[in-house]
């Protein structure tokens, strides 16, 4: 009796531990998968975090300013200085873009004693401002509105001035190239400077404004642009201005270009002594923020 209590008792005993040791197995085997799960919802959480990552959002307002300087020695001294500022604004369905020369001309002048003194004979500034709406979000049509002002002591007139507005339509746009054109009603001003058979007046006319801009990308760090732009005035007999702008701008680093400009500016009535036609050549540094 006594031997089986005994043998009873071990039996117990050895099936409470076989039971024991399988608990603990289980609760192992969980606890090494509750670390796997951990390890897979911080994996997740990672990657969830690298797609919800901020987007870099284009800025609306952007801009740049360039600089050009020449000056010589010698036999005569002179001096060319030239700036610009350009600044485009985008949100939505508006694009604003507002354009900014100026252009002095310094020499030797000699005063009525024959002592020469350097000093300003001829300068240039103007200013240009066209504003876009797009007539729905996404569409290529816009309806705009254009203001131009330039005074200039190398030509003709003290001043000239315009405002148009109209529709214009991006006819054009890939990853290499992009086309506007744009075409309205408008009224300019000119006025002339005095001269010795006239004084100075004033000439007022309604004119047919045309433009047109094509940006195209010649490489990674290379930019061509062209604008053309024509005030074409309704009456025969008053002026019509005709402009062409060639830019090449080149990449020296992320914010510093070089930009070759060649401009063209034709009126079709000038001064009997005055040619219609001027150009101008420059070269200068660009800085873009």
Request: charged share 20%; proline share 1%; glycine share 6%.
């Amino acid at each position: 009796m006594l031997r089986l209590i005994t043998f009873g008792s071990f039996y117990l005993l050895a099936i409470s531990a076989n039971a024991q040791g399988s608990y603990a197995q289980q609760g192992s085997s969980q606890q090494r998968l509750s670390t796997i799960a951990t390890a897979e919802d911080v994996l997740s959480s990672l990657k969830q975090a690298e797609q919800v990552a901020p987007v870099a959002l284009k800025p609306m307002l952007t801009g740049s300013a360039e600089l050009g300087f020449l000056y010589k020695t010698g036999n005569s001294n002179s001096g060319d200085f030239k700036s610009g500022l350009d600044l485009n604004f985008e949100h939505g369905q508006w694009r604003s873009l507002l354009n900014v020369d100026l252009l002095i001309k310094k020499s030797d002048v000699q005063d009525s004693t024959g002592k020469s003194h350097f000093k300003t004979t001829d300068q240039k500034w103007g200013f240009s401002s066209q504003t876009n709406y797009s007539l729905a979000s996404g569409e290529k049509n816009y309806i705009y509105g254009n203001i131009w002002f330039e005074e200039s002591e190398f030509n003709s007139f003290i001043n000239q001035s315009s405002i148009s507005s109209g529709w214009g339509r991006h006819w054009y746009k890939t990853n290499q190239a992009s086309l506007w054109a744009d075409i309205g009603p408008g009224y300019k001003r000119d006025i002339l400077k005095a001269t010795t058979t006239s004084p100075l007046k004033t000439e007022d006319s309604w004119i047919i404004q045309l433009q047109a801009l094509y940006v195209r990308k010649l490489g990674s760090h290379v930019e061509f642009k062209q604008i053309l732009t024509a005030k074409h005035a309704v009456r025969a007999r008053d002026n019509s201005i005709y402009k062409a702008e060639t830019t090449v701008t080149t990449k020296l680093i992320s914010t510093l270009q070089l930009k070759f400009t060649f401009t063209i500016d034709y009126n079709t009535e000038v001064e009997e002594n005055r040619e219609n036609l001027d150009t101008q050549t420059a070269a200068t540094l660009v800085y873009s923020f």
